[in-house]
């Protein structure tokens, strides 16, 4: 897929644990997985909301747009 | 336990119920053949093929049965909605339109064989009655298809 979740680098950054900010955004550990592992298919606003929240950025930093060599 | 599973397990009940009866149709055949032949010595000839394509058919029938209870099963262990029921309505579909052939050939034999005869009409019949079945099948397993696409889009919205 063309957007890419940079979910990872922001939780590197804030140096904190997916399981961390799972308890923190009140999401289970298994949907930010799929979050992460970049297998989700859309992202509600609420969701988007929590997370940056959490992590203290813009929804830029969590997602991306990278040209899909396909399309 | 809901009221969809207690139907699918009454159901899977019925249907048990039901491979017993076709494969004692299929048990029942031989000597109903022999007793045709000897009664009609003239379409004795046909004793063979006819008990083979109707074998073929209660076959078909029968895998029909097995991949029904294998889906009330799936609805029991509340896992309708996945790839595996699609696949198994698609092998119903597929199995309702394996016999179309065997009962054009038996049309043809028929017809070769023996004069004003009323087997083509329920041939013809069996016919119409596959093809409907075929198409329910598909229909239902593009339906589920399509459920499955949800349920997956649903599962991945985070």
Redesign the interface.
Known sequence: MAIIVNLDVELAKQKMSLTELSEKVG?TLS??S??KTG??????FD?LNAICAALNCQPGDILEFRMDEKE | MNKNKILSGLLIFGLGIATFIIVAIGIQLVPLSFATAKANPEIAHMRVPVLIMAWFILACILAIVVLAVALFGRIIKNKVFEQKSVSLLKAMGISSLVPIPVLIALVFYTMNNVAGSITNLWAFFGIMVCMMASIFFFLISSLFQNAVDYK??NE???
């Open positions: 999401i949907n930010l799929i979050l297998k989700a298919r859309a992202i509600r969701t | 997956t889009e991945l919205t985070v």
